[in-house]
């Protein structure tokens, strides 16, 4: 596949969402621009664009926590990225398995019993 054929937005940036490859979990969600797009299909790892440091982010480059690459999707309209992987650690900065730890709902539910 050609990348050009990939919808960036108007900051050239496509999402990319993380998910392990054994088990399905959502790991994450991060942004990927051209070249870190082409880093990551070389690399055979994750490979990111951080909008806070605007550089390059190789995922796991300094924890360990890695995320080696088994395949790249992308979906009908061509402007989001499901990365496929096999974590080395953590995804989540905090340590969490996955950034996606918190629940809307049961907070919500957890408010609502507490104000009866």
């Known amino acids: 596949m050609d990348l050009s054929t990939l919808t960036f937005n108007e900051a050239g940036l496509i999402p990319c969402i993380v998910q392990d490859a054994t088990t399905h979990q959502v790991l994450m969600m991060a942004w990927m621009n ?4 082409a880093q990551t299909l070389e690399l055979k790892e994750t490979v990111f664009w951080s909008r806070s440091r605007q550089e390059l982010w190789h995922k796991g480059a300094t924890s360990g926590n890695t995320q080696a690459l088994v ?3 992308y979906d009908c309209d061509s402007d989001t990225l499901l990365a496929l992987v096999h974590p080395a650690g953590p995804a989540c900065h905090t340590g969490a398995q996955s950034c996606f730890y918190r629940s809307l709902l049961e907070e919500r539910n957890a408010e609502s019993s507490s104000m009866i």
Do not use: K, P, W
């Not at 051209?34 to 797009?37: D, P, Q, T, Y």
């Open 71 to 73: 395949d790249l999707r």
């Open 34 to 37: 051209e070249e870190s797009l």
